[in-house]
């Protein structure tokens, strides 16, 4: 599986958008990005996912470079619950053990009122 | 639905003593995964069933570890004999499968071993 590299920490303040950034310089040609998020005390909650294209759902959007060698996870409107650690993972999709999540150190995003 | 559903949620115990952990996966979830995190560690996967059957239990640190699926709706995870260094948070996770592998997990069990 392709590595994960993402910042330890990021502060954002409420209201304001968030972007997390996350890269993956050696993602392979069959690896999709995946997000998820950790809120303290809680287990991993799945945020979004894609491949080449700029994706959005109601939780966040997500953008990936052309050449797929990094990602930003955008949150448009923080609020004090997105406080969490943020996860990016690349991973086989549909793919076996290959395509198991691998969770690395993450991001902990704090928001500040 | 409730979603994966874990016991007990806390556990404490001695050093030396069976611990069982509960899961039942979310309906109709081909899929289920444990997963045990730790800080010095991280979340790491432990092994994962498809319809039932063990596929990948590499990630079990030992033999004192096993896992069972006997139904589609339950797993366990045991630990016999317990360890301190098993002191940590386990988390049961299901998938569906097909198109979207988006894993749903639960609430985790916190396991301290005195």
């Known amino acids: 599986d392709a590595k994960t590299t993402q910042p330890p920490s990021m502060d954002c303040a409420e209201g304001r958008a968030a972007n997390l950034p996350c890269n993956h310089s050696?993602?392979?040609?069959?690896?999709?990005v995946y997000w998820y998020r950790q809120i303290h005390s809680q287990g991993p909650q799945y945020i979004i996912h894609?491949?080449?294209n700029n994706e959005t759902n109601e939780m966040a959007s997500l953008i990936i470079t052309e050449d797929r060698k990094s990602s930003t996870l955008i949150l448009p409107h923080a609020t004090l619950r997105d406080t969490a650690v943020y996860y990016c993972?690349?991973?086989?999709?549909?793919?076996?053990?290959?395509?198991?999540?691998?969770f690395g150190k993450g991001t902990k995003l704090s928001v500040k009122p | 639905d409730a979603g994966v559903i874990q016991s007990p949620r806390h556990e404490v115990t001695e050093m030396g003593q069976e611990v069982t952990l509960r899961c039942k996966p979310i309906s109709g979830h081909d899929y289920l995964f444990w997963y045990r995190q730790t800080m010095m560690r991280g979340l790491e996967l432990l092994i994962y069933f498809n319809n039932n059957v063990p596929i990948d239990d590499s990630g079990m640190p030992e033999d004192r570890f096993s896992a069972k699926m006997p139904n589609a709706s339950f797993s366990t995870l045991k630990i016999q004999p317990s360890e301190p260094r098993d002191s940590a948070v386990y988390f049961c996770a299901s998938r569906l499968a097909g198109n979207t592998d988006t894993q749903y997990f639960g609430p985790g069990t916190r396991l301290t071993v005195l």
């Open positions: 050696t993602i392979s040609g069959n690896e999709y």
């Open positions: 894609g491949l080449k």
């Open positions: 993972i690349v991973r086989v999709r549909n793919g076996g053990s290959q395509g198991n999540l691998i």
